[in-house]
Each structure stands twice: as structure tokens, then as C-alpha cells.
């Protein structure tokens, strides 16, 4: 049964790759302009007879897009992603080196998100009316109305600027070392202004998920057995983390939508600047190659997630699959 619900979620996020893959062409072809410079990017001039003539062959740019996007698809089934056409490198070469960067930066700010959510909520939402309570209402609306853009701004002028403490851009220094802990050092700031805008909205909704739960009759009664407190704490957080962890599922593509402005701005090396750069310069098949590739991190999250979900909850083992 399990392998059965493990099946349908992988062929729901083919489906759902295969849907962003399919609209993201055709919006590029709808976009003005000569579908194969689109394809060639800004460096088609420089494109011999030759090259062009294969190119047009390889994605039949001759013919409807229809056609332009079942080749590009069986291309891109069999691994090939085609060549940079600003680069002149391999699509899936370029996108390797991002990735890592792309990763750790996902990885870090996600983890202290979830740690600081599920403390902060979990402290706001057991103390219902307390200064923590009301104080995390109101801080989690101010964080989450800070537009990324303005505070990495802010964070650039104070730290870099004005103490000089921090670097403001890029992800190692002339001078560093290059390795992880120079890395390390050029993470801080972008992954804390994606820490400090998304911590408090995903605490409130834990905090309000955690006060709906304590309000249930079963915590009543368990408190009236002398249930001890930490077992009732353990009882309302496994129930409320259901909601949350959802939330957390429903969230993520807008996440990686703020990560794209957070990476753009710090110069971050990852799939979302070099995703804007390739939408900049025309770059079609490294742009199609980093929306596809931003696509897969985001249903593998989503697996994730369910699969945390389905760990968790007994009714979804009972009933298998939904």
C-alpha cells in the first residue's frame, strides 16, 4: 500500500513538471519577437550557417511550437538540455555548478525557519493571551510585510557598508579561501533576510493551529486525568503539526520566488540568479533548463513533506493512498 502511495506522488510530480515545463515554453514563444533568436539567445549572430541549421533541425524551430516543445521534451528525456547559447557550455554542466550553491542556501534557511517557527509557535500558542501570544501576532504580520528586497538593502548599507563586518555580494572573496567556511560567510546575509521575513508568518500559523488544538475536549479530559504535561504538550503538537507541515508544502514555490529576489540581489551563485541572467540575455534553453531544474527541487520538497505526513498521520497508512 505503501509503495502504491509512493507511486502515485511520483507520477503526480512528473505531472506537475511536465505541466510547469509545457506553460513556461509557450509563454517564452508568446513573448515578441523571432522564436528562433528567442532560442539562439543574444549570441546568435555569432551562430555559424552550420550550428543554426542544426539547432533548427534538433528542435524543429521550423516548425509549430507544438512540435518545437515534443522536441525539446524528448531531448530533454534523454538527458540532453542542449548548449548554452550565451555560454556556449552545456546546459546541465552550467546548472551543476549552480545547484550546490542553490541547495546549501534552501537547505540553511529552511532549517532555521522550521526550528524558529515551531519554538516560537509553540511557546505563543500554549501561553493563549499572554505578552508572547499577542506579541507574536503582531511581529509575525510587521516581518512578513518587510519586502526581501528592501531589507537585504538595508542589511548591504549596515553590515557591509557601514561596519564592513560582512560581505556584500557574491560567494567567496578574492581574498577568502573559497572553501566552505568563506562560503559560509556570504551566506549569512541573504539567508537571514529569508529567515527573518518567512520565520514569523509560518510561527502564527503554528501559534493558531497550536491554541486550536489546546481548546479540544480530549486535552480537557487528559488534564483532568493527570496527564502529565509534557504528554499533552507532545499529543497537541503531533495533531497541529498536520496543518503546518501543509502549510509548509503550500508555501514553497512562493518561497523559491522570494529566494530568486534574494539571490539576484546578494549576487548568490544559484539556479535563481542564473535563472534571471538567462531571461535577461535571451539564453532560451539555459532559462527553460533552470526553471525545469527549480521545478524538480520544489516537487522533491513536496514529497518530503507528504512523506513526513504520511509518517505522522494514522489515518492516511490506514486509508493508503488519497
Known amino acids: 500500500m505503501t509503495a502504491k502511495w509512493i507511486g502515485k506522488r511520483m507520477v503526480m510530480g512528473a505531472i506537475v513538471l511536465l505541466i510547469v515545463s509545457f506553460l513556461s515554453f509557450f509563454i517564452m514563444h508568446a513573448a515578441p519577437g523571432d522564436p528562433a533568436m528567442a532560442f539562439y539567445g543574444g549570441n546568435a549572430q555569432t551562430l555559424t550557417a552550420a550550428e543554426k541549421e542544426r539547432i533548427t533541425q534538433a528542435f524543429a524551430l521550423d516548425r ?4 518545437q516543445y515534443g522536441a525539446w521534451l524528448a531531448e530533454t528525456l534523454t538527458g540532453n538540455l542542449g548548449y548554452s547559447s550565451k555560454e556556449g557550455r552545456p546546459v546541465t554542466t552550467i546548472l551543476l555548478e549552480r545547484l550546490p550553491n542553490t ?122 486525568n493527570g496527564v502529565a504535561e509534557k504528554e499533552i504538550r507532545q499529543g497537541i503538537f503531533r495533531n497541529a503539526s498536520m496543518p503546518y507541515l501543509n502549510y509548509i508544502g503550500m508555501t514553497i514555490p512562493s518561497f523559491f520566488g522570494g529566494s530568486i529576489i534574494v539571490e539576484s540581489l546578494f549576487a548568490w551563485s544559484g539556479l535563481g540568479q542564473l535563472t534571471v541572467k538567462a531571461a535577461m540575455t535571451k539564453d532560451f534553453l539555459l532559462l527553460m533548463g533552470g526553471i525545469l531544474w527549480t521545478g524538480l527541487i520544489v516537487v522533491i520538497s513536496l514529497f518530503i513533506i507528504d512523506l513526513l505526513m504520511y509518517a505522522l498521520n494514522p489515518k492516511l497508512r490506514k486509508g493508503g493512498v488519497r
Do not use: N
Request: glycine share 12%; charged share 15%; net charge positive.
Open 64 to 67: 509549430p511550437v507544438i512540435v
Open 103 to 224: 541547495l546549501l542556501l534552501f537547505g540553511v534557511t529552511m532549517f532555521f525557519i522550521v526550528i524558529g517557527s515551531i519554538w516560537l509557535g509553540m511557546l505563543a500558542g500554549m501561553k493563549e493571551g499572554s505578552l508572547w501570544d499577542k506579541g507574536l501576532s503582531t511581529v509575525s504580520i510587521a516581518t512578513s510585510s518587510i519586502p526581501a528586497f528592501w531589507l537585504g538593502i538595508l542589511f548591504i548599507s549596515f553590515f557591509a557598508v557601514k561596519l564592513g563586518i560582512l560581505p556584500s555580494s557574491g560567494t567567496g572573496d578574492v581574498s577568502g579561501d573559497g572553501g566552505l567556511l568563506d562560503k559560509l560567510r556570504h551566506l549569512i546575509m541573504p539567508a537571514a533576510v529569508l529567515i527573518l521575513t518567512h520565520v514569523g508568518i509560518y510561527a502564527r500559523f503554528l501559534q493558531e493551529s497550536i491554541k486550536a488544538e489546546s481548546r479540544q475536549y480530549y486535552v480537557m479530559v487528559a488534564r483532568a
